[in-house]
């Protein structure tokens, strides 16, 4: 893989960025110091990345938009269905939850290589605005 400036500020807008952002919401944010890079670029950077492991692409929500994670390791993402806001949940269990599945279709061995959980219900902003106002 080339490293090129354009592609280490995507990587750096990622790592900076804790909201999963969208193709379009990176490109937003590279363009601040790269005017000229193209959404066709991103793309193709979010691409390889993925392929070579450093970033996760995911769809969640009510949108069909990909989004992006820096960290890749495994983990759940809540996603709150009335701001957007999408939040990372670390815990330990996934190589037992991949260690169940392996048995889990009679007369099929399934080797898991990946675990993407998602959550939909509400942030604690939303949940704490929903009881002011109710």
Known sequence: ???TPQRLAILDALRASRQHPTVEEIHEMVRADHPAISLNTIY???????????????????RASYRYDFDTRGHIHHYCRQCGKVSDIH???FGAVAESIRGAV??????VDQIDVHLVGLCSECVDARRENA
């Open 106 to 111: 009679p007369g099929e061995c399934l080797e």
């Open 91 to 93: 815990t330990e269990d």
């Open 44 to 62: 193709k950077s979010l691409d390889t990345f993925e392929g070579v492991g450093l970033v996760h692409r995911f769809v969640i929500g009510d």
């Open 1 to 3: 893989m080339r490293v």
